[in-house]
């Protein structure tokens, strides 16, 4: 089991960028591939960006490819999410998820979910 703690999020202006971080608690977290969804008020959760337990390999949804960047450092048990040309559209609350082995592509692939932080771009 594998409990996850977003932090990062906050209130930026369009065009800001910030940086979303996932902490890990266990000492198998190479054993999980990662992911960042997010939830805007009154829709679904919806895939952003995965990564696979080496790192090696990432995707990302097409409304934030270019833009967003996810990568992990295994030997912190840390997962990261820099946001670069922050949209009005983004603002949602970001969750963190993991997934035993296997990569993640949907909601129904993720076995771990943290507790979410919000981002709010103004414009």
């Known amino acids: 089991q594998v409990q996850l703690v977003e932090s990062g999020g906050g209130l930026v202006q369009a065009g800001d960028s910030l940086r979303l971080s996932c902490a890990a608690s266990?000492?198998?977290?190479?054993?999980?591939?990662m992911g960042w969804f997010r939830q805007a008020p009154g829709k679904e959760r919806v895939f952003v960006a995965t990564?696979?337990?080496?790192?090696?390999?990432?995707y990302y949804s097409d409304s934030v490819k270019g833009r967003f960047t996810i990568s992990r450092d295994n030997a912190k048990n840390t997962m990261y999410l820099q946001m670069n040309s922050l949209k009005p559209d983004d603002t949602a609350v970001y969750y963190c998820?993991?997934?035993?082995?296997?990569?993640?592509?949907?909601?129904?692939?993720?076995?771990?979910w943290g507790q979410g932080t919000q981002v709010t771009v103004s414009s």
């Open positions: 266990g000492r198998t977290f190479s054993r999980y591939a």
């Open positions: 990564i696979t337990r080496s790192g090696d390999n990432t």
């Open positions: 998820a993991a997934r035993a082995f296997s990569d993640i592509a949907r909601v129904a692939d993720v076995d771990y």
